[in-house]
């Protein structure tokens, strides 16, 4: 885990505009539901119109341009018998993307996460549908994870 958020909308909205007012970025939900695609990426000029709390929006991938790499929409094929007939799904994945992932039980947190440049390297040889580790600026991966943990700290001391 990156940064852990309080478990509001207000808090989580203020921790995206602050990021996306620094860095350039594109929104993907997770997860497509059942038997659908992806539904187009949200810009970061659409966020204080995305409820984080809730499904399908409480489970996102962030993509910063400037890290290079790709952004990977796989489908995944389901067990009909498991998933109430539904056939397939699709997410999203990539080796630096950061996951925003809120969590709505007995203890409600909002937190932010991402692969390490050493951790991306240790799965590489066992992934190759994500393409290469080098492919992506781990330096400014880096400097953009560091602005996300000053980001939630401020944002953690004003919320109390």
């Not at 190759?128 to 492919?135: E, P, Y």
Request: charged residues 15%; contains cysteine.
């Amino acid at each position: 885990m990156l940064v852990k958020l309080p478990f509001n909308n207000e808090s989580i909205v203020s921790f995206w505009n602050d990021v996306f007012s620094r860095y350039e970025g594109v929104l993907y939900q997770a997860y497509s539901s059942f038997d659908c695609f992806l539904p187009e990426p949200a810009s970061p000029n659409q966020i204080d119109l995305i409820d984080f709390t809730t499904a399908p929006w409480n489970h996102i991938m962030v993509y910063f341009p400037m890290l290079g790499g790709n952004v990977i929409i796989e489908t995944i094929n389901l067990n009909q018998k498991v998933c109430n007939g539904a056939t397939f799904r699709q997410c999203v994945t990539g080796w630096a993307l950061f996951q925003g992932l809120g969590l709505a039980n007995l203890a409600p947190k909002y937190q932010v996460s991402s692969n390490s440049h050493k951790r991306a390297m240790t799965w590489e040889a066992n992934s190759n549908k994500l393409g290469q580790v080098s492919d992506w600026n781990w330096p400014k991966h880096a400097q953009i994870a560091g602005f996300m943990k000053r980001t939630a700290s401020k944002i953690a001391l004003t919320s109390r």
